[in-house]
């Protein structure tokens, strides 16, 4: 038993077969594809609620609702595209995204 007896080893940077299995356990594409929805009712309902007043003098309200329908609409991007292409880059960077959350 050596050197050669032993499989190739795995490029730096990629997933093992298990990783990859457990990570798309979480189902990633469908937590993607839901976060967007969120972003999009949310940009929906804060329209309308915006719209119910004639001026709109809340313009920390609406820069608030902008950057927090972008961040659902960039997480959810993200999982979708680590849901269908699992790469450490992908799976590290969604860890990141959440851990400060």
Do not use: M
């Amino acid at each position: 038993i050596g050197i050669e007896s032993q499989g190739p080893t795995r490029p730096a940077g990629n997933l093992t077969p298990k990783q990859v299995e457990t990570f798309q356990k979480v189902e990633p594409k469908a937590l993607g594809s839901i976060q967007i929805i969120i972003a999009v009712l949310c940009l929906c309902l804060s329209i309308t609620i915006l719209q119910l007043y004639e001026e709109v003098h809340f313009s920390p309200d609406v820069i608030v609702v902008v950057v927090i329908v972008v961040q659902l609409l960039v997480s959810g991007s993200i999982l979708i595209h680590a849901g269908r292409f699992p790469s450490l880059f992908w799976v590290s960077t969604i860890n990141e995204l959440y851990s400060n959350f």
